[in-house]
């Protein structure tokens, strides 16, 4: 991830024979595999990889939820990399609606806006969804408090912002 300092780490400060122990995420993000409720999954940059995950294990169950909403943001088209990908994906799930977001307008098909405003602006509160959502840690902040302004239940949601700190 440009920028990120786990990506220069890699890149810079590792040599032939180190070791690395990776670990589960920091954060808070899951989802009751036993709740059927529909979905809605708010990614902000990186924060795709794991509700793409989500997705593909959905895809791999015996029973789907009836609606999943994905909403895909950053600033500009190019910021949306896994966007083809994601796109054939939706193409055969038809309980997956995809949402792409970018302030500058950039995808044809998407939305424009900020990632919560329009999440909010198309579904408010998303009453009766479980909301998942992963990005930068001020994506995740801006967004829950948003979803909670319009008042979506706090334990409707949760989140993995790749950060330590517990809830917002």
Do not use: C, N
């Not at 994905?70 to 309980?95: H, I, K, S, V």
Request: cysteine-free.
């Amino acid at each position: 991830m440009a920028g990120g300092w786990v990506s220069r780490a890699l890149v810079r400060q590792t040599v032939p024979g180190d070791r690395w122990r990776v670990g589960a995420p920091m954060g808070e993000l899951w989802r009751d595999r036993d709740v059927q409720r529909d979905l809605v999954l708010i990614a902000g940059g990186t924060g795709v990889a794991p509700l793409h995950a989500v997705v593909e294990d959905l895809a791999g169950r015996a029973t789907q939820p009836s609606s999943v909403t994905l909403f895909f943001g950053g600033p500009t088209a190019d910021a949306l990399y896994f966007l083809p990908e994601l796109r054939e994906l939706a193409a055969d799930l038809p309980w997956l609606k995809l949402v792409p977001v970018t302030e500058d307008g950039s995808v044809d098909d998407g939305e424009r806006g900020k990632l919560p405003e329009v999440v909010t602006a198309l579904g408010g509160a998303w009453s009766g969804h479980d909301v998942l959502v992963a990005g930068s840690p001020g994506m995740i902040r801006a967004t829950v408090s948003r979803l909670l302004v319009e008042g979506t239940s706090y334990d409707q949601i949760s989140y993995d912002s790749f950060i330590t700190e517990g809830r917002i």
